[in-house]
């Protein structure tokens, strides 16, 4: 079923995403923005964990997660360690949930507001995977450029 495929492919980007966060030479680094690149990998990081756990681990898994997307670009200055283990449990959070997902869950339709054409939950689990590599790829360009 698609939902071990995907499990993989989230594991793998999660866990390149915990390497591009250790790559960086200096942590503070992390936080770095410049008048071409809007947007710090410490903040990107927030954000990808933020995303996933709204949407995969609480609209589909029913966590109880709250998210408070602001601070996924406003906060400063978190630890890599703690941003690595939001990563860890991010990645628990994405497994045990796809991991429950049956055929029926997969095509059911999934809105996340009223405005918003027709997408079932298989395609919009693609599209948040897709949401994460092109983010893990923002993060890769940040740290060549800006990690000197």
């Given at each position: 079923m698609i939902t071990q495929t995907l499990i993989k492919l989230f594991n793998r980007?999660?866990?390149?995403?915990?390497?591009e966060i250790k790559a960086y030479k200096k942590e503070e680094n992390l936080w770095l923005v410049s008048h071409h690149v809007s947007n710090s990998a410490g903040n990107l990081s927030l954000h990808i964990i933020g995303n996933l756990n709204h949407f995969i681990g609480s609209v589909l898994g029913n966590s109880g997660y709250i998210r408070q997307r602001d601070l996924e670009f406003s906060q400063k200055d978190v630890?890599?360690?703690e941003i690595i283990e939001q990563i860890e449990s991010t990645m628990i959070i994405v497994e045990n949930t796809l991991s429950k997902l049956t055929e029926n869950d997969l095509q059911e339709e999934y809105r996340r507001n009223p405005f918003e054409?027709?997408?079932?939950?298989?395609?919009?689990?693609t599209h948040l995977l897709t949401h994460l590599t092109y983010h893990?790829?923002?993060i890769n360009y940040h740290r060549r450029l800006l990690d000197i």
């Open positions: 980007d999660l866990n390149k995403l915990i390497e630890p890599v360690s054409s027709y997408m079932n939950t298989e395609y919009f689990l893990l790829g923002q």
